[in-house]
């Protein structure tokens, strides 16, 4: 009877031990939250990441990847499905999606864009740039977005099901994924074999400089690097709506002309609306088709780079594309500045008007002592700063009739005018070189 009772005890033992083994695989350590759980190895016994278990690997707690759970339906006629996963996402190759936003909240805002747009997303700090992002992707009570995608709806959607792709300031790698593994996530998340995600992987980690990294974890990798390989991540993923938040920040500028020059690539064929995030001038003129600005939440100004570079709304703007910006009222002959001082324009607004007055560096003219001729606008000042931008040096004058100026001149005319800072200087500005622009 013992020896019987004996065999029963071990056989259930057995059972169990068994049930216990064959279901999920983090069952050991200390408590783990939904969030950790998500991010763990598909199986510890895996030493390939990219063979993704669905019962421990659910990409649903990741949304920056827009991913969805591997093993889902994929009828694109459904909202909640994820986006197509048989070719790159270009308007050659497969659907477009246009874009249409209602975002409310701390951001009032209306988007509308059609397939193939970039949008440069800019504005002072605090002004809810990110927050836009954010709310397109449904992660902040902040402000909501009544979000649509081609012709889906995709408001009530959970984030990862949105077929929404976010490459936030950090990157956010998973930190035990390779970089190949962290690059391959998005396609194998969405059911892509194994081997054509590994492939389709590497190839975008080649196309952005990091190839040869490919296994190398993201505490083996440099800022930059990380970077790129979050920005290969959102590109491989094949997304309908792609939101990058200031992708090439961390980047030097060798490898930022590269990396924009592939995005720029990229984009030109992209089927879906692109938003970035940026405050550099040049990606914003090289990579956006529309530049919005926001203050305060509200858009302030929506229009093709070009128009915002010659009549920027407001002062922060025009200082980002590089420009003086001087606010004042519209008078007679130009403009009564705020501070005090006055300048005048060939063109003429309605009086008592705000505007501002733009003046581009390169047609601001330096002089050591005070010049003849025709310029309306001569004012005395000091030279406080120089500095190298390309092959040309920008020097920064004050003035007490005037706010700060900023000239653009070679650096052959700086040594024969022998500038240097603290240097008394004149500048001139001819008024027919004065845009007014009505705030």
């Known amino acids: 009877m013992s020896l019987l009772l004996l065999a029963i005890a071990m056989a259930v033992l057995v059972a169990l031990r068994g049930r216990w083994t064959g279901s999920a695989s983090v069952r050991s350590g200390a408590p783990t939250t939904a969030p950790e759980a998500a991010l763990a190895d598909p199986s510890p016994l895996d030493p390939d990441p990219t063979r993704a278990a669905p019962h421990t690997y659910d990409p649903r707690h990741d949304p920056r990847t827009g991913a969805a759970p591997k093993g889902e339906p994929r009828d694109s006629a459904r909202p909640d499905a994820p986006w197509p996963d048989q070719e790159p996402n270009t308007a050659e190759s497969g659907p477009s999606w246009s874009l249409h936003a209602e975002v409310s909240g701390f951001n009032e805002v209306t988007l509308d864009a059609e397939p193939g747009t970039t949008i440069a997303v800019v504005g002072e700090n605090g002004a809810g740039k990110t927050t836009l992002l954010r709310a397109l992707l449904g992660l902040t009570p902040r402000a909501h977005a009544e979000l649509r995608l081609g012709d889906l709806d995709v408001t009530s959607l959970a984030p990862h099901k949105r ?35 590994r492939v389709e992987a590497g190839r975008w980690l080649d196309r952005l400089g990091v190839g040869h990294l490919a296994h190398r974890k993201p505490a083996q990798l440099s800022g930059g690097q990380a970077q790129r390989v979050a920005l290969a991540r959102a590109l491989a993923a094949r997304p309908r709506l792609l939101l990058l938040d200031e992708p090439l920040a961390a980047l030097d500028q060798t490898t930022r002309a590269r990396v924009r020059h592939t995005l720029r690539t990229h984009l030109a064929g992209f089927a879906g609306v692109c938003l970035i995030v940026t405050h550099d001038p040049v990606e914003a003129v090289s990579l956006a088709d529309r530049v919005l600005v926001l203050e305060a939440g509200r858009t302030l100004q929506d229009a093709p780079p070009a128009e915002v570079t010659r009549h920027p709304r407001s002062p922060w703007v025009a200082r980002m594309l590089g420009r003086n910006a001087w606010a004042g009222e519209a008078r007679d002959d130009g403009l009564a500045l705020a501070g005090g001082g006055r300048i005048v324009a060939a063109e003429r607004l309605r009086e008592g008007s705000r505007a501002l007055a733009i003046i581009a560096p390169e047609s601001v003219s330096v002089h050591r002592r005070r010049p003849d001729g025709s310029p309306r606008n001569v004012w005395p000042g000091t030279v406080r700063e120089i500095t190298a931008s390309g092959s040309r040096l920008r020097v920064l004058i004050g003035s007490a009739e005037t706010p700060d100026l900023i000239a653009e001149i070679t650096p052959d005319a700086a040594a024969e005018l022998g500038l240097a800072e603290g240097a008394a200087v004149w500048s001139s500005v001819k008024a027919t070189e004065v845009t007014l622009v009505s705030l």
Do not use: I
Request: no cysteine; net charge neutral; charged share 10%.
């Open 163 to 197: 077929g929404v792709a976010w490459v936030p300031q950090d990157g956010a790698l998973f930190p035990h994924l390779s970089a190949l593994a962290n690059t391959a996530y998005g396609l194998r998340a969405q059911g892509v074999a194994r081997g054509e995600a």
